[in-house]
């Protein structure tokens, strides 16, 4: 329905132009034949207008009335019905400009000439159509391909999410499973943050976007329950009192790198370490820094290495965002690893 009423739109503008080049072109016309014939403007405008007119008039009568008729047939009758009353209209007005006899001698120019204009004008319109058509058919290809490209980027966006959400989710049971033979307080507590946790990832997963407020609680449910597990060897910060905690956000990229920074810089420390998550905006960008004081890149421990999730990551933002965002994992010099993600703000919803 809206694409109808676009089309109407669009059609009644075709045709505004299309009276309006014809007014013009009628003038020049008048001009031009005053200048070879003289007499009165008023008269040579009559003239040239009943030619220009009665075709364009000629041709949306047929385009309303017979819609389907071929377009060959519509420039014939257009342009036949355009002669017979630009003639019948010129012999009425060129009495005064040469002379009461108007045998077919002295229309001869006239209709000449009117034959002439209303082919250039046939030849105008025509071409203008078919510009028209061909913008068209491009703005349904356009149209389609990218919403194609939208489909195709949400599958592979909910792909890459749920290769993240079940990482360490059985690892959790298992230890939960222990912990109720060993310490049931433990267990309840780990359970109880094991199912906040899940269901901000629920609600993660449903949408296509979320907010920082909701990604900052989903990383600390995952953070609570590693300090359940990990007990002392686990200390976290979160810092996000510089950015607004209500802008939009991508689900699950901040857990990633939380998680990354755990697995591959705490956990092979027997003294364990701190994990610190801080979310600032700086100028047109929003930027996400998950730091450690871990192993860093030990190359003697077998865990250390990029990981799926931040390969996921880095295809989700480029998908996302392309060369607008970004993500680096270094080396901090006091130990351990810092991940900044940088995002464009005028990407995300405030």
């Known amino acids: ?55 364009i008039f000629a041709a949306k009568f047929i385009d309303v009335v017979f819609p389907a008729l071929p377009r060959r047939i519509e420039v014939i009758c257009s342009l036949g019905f355009s002669m017979l009353f630009g003639t019948w209209n010129a012999q009425y007005w060129i009495q005064d400009v040469i002379g009461s006899e108007t045998g077919l001698a002295q229309l001869r120019p006239v209709v000449f000439l009117g034959f002439i204009f209303t082919i250039v004008c046939f030849y105008y319109f025509y071409t203008k159509e078919q510009q028209l058509v061909a913008e068209r058919e491009l703005e349904a290809m356009k149209r389609k391909q990218s919403e194609q490209e939208k489909a195709l980027v949400i599958s592979q966006l909910k792909q890459l999410q749920s290769q993240i959400e079940p990482h ?62 990990l007990g002392q060897r686990l200390t976290f910060s979160i810092q996000t009192e510089t950015v607004d905690v209500s802008r939009s956000l991508p689900p699950l990229l901040i857990q990633p790198l939380v998680e990354n920074a755990l697995t591959h810089g705490i956990e092979p420390l027997a003294q364990g370490g701190n994990i610190a998550l801080e979310i600032r905006q700086s100028d047109d960008q929003i930027m996400i820094t998950v730091s450690d004081n871990g192993a860093g890149f030990n190359p003697n421990l077998k865990t250390s290495g990029s990981g799926v999730g931040l390969d996921n990551i880095r295809q989700r933002i480029t998908t996302l965002f392309g060369e607008q965002a970004s993500m680096s994992v270094k080396e901090q010099s006091s130990g351990g690893v810092s991940a900044i993600l940088v995002l464009p703000c005028d990407k995300l919803d405030g």
């Open 168 to 229: 360490f989710l059985f690892n959790t049971l298992a230890t939960i499973s222990v912990l109720i033979e060993t310490d049931s307080d433990k267990a309840k507590l780990m359970l109880q943050k094991l199912t906040e946790l899940l269901r901000a990832t629920l609600n993660s997963t449903r949408h296509q976007q979320t907010t920082i407020e909701q990604e900052v609680a989903l990383v600390q449910a995952y953070l609570e329950i590693q300090q359940v597990r």
């Open 1 to 55: 329905m809206i694409n109808a009423k676009v089309d109407r739109e669009s059609s009644g503008q075709t045709w505004l132009r299309t009276a309006l080049f014809t007014t013009l072109f009628c003038v020049v016309i008048a001009f031009a034949t005053q200048s070879v014939w003289g007499g009165l403007i008023y008269q040579h405008l009559m003239i040239s207008c009943g030619f220009g007119y009665s075709a």
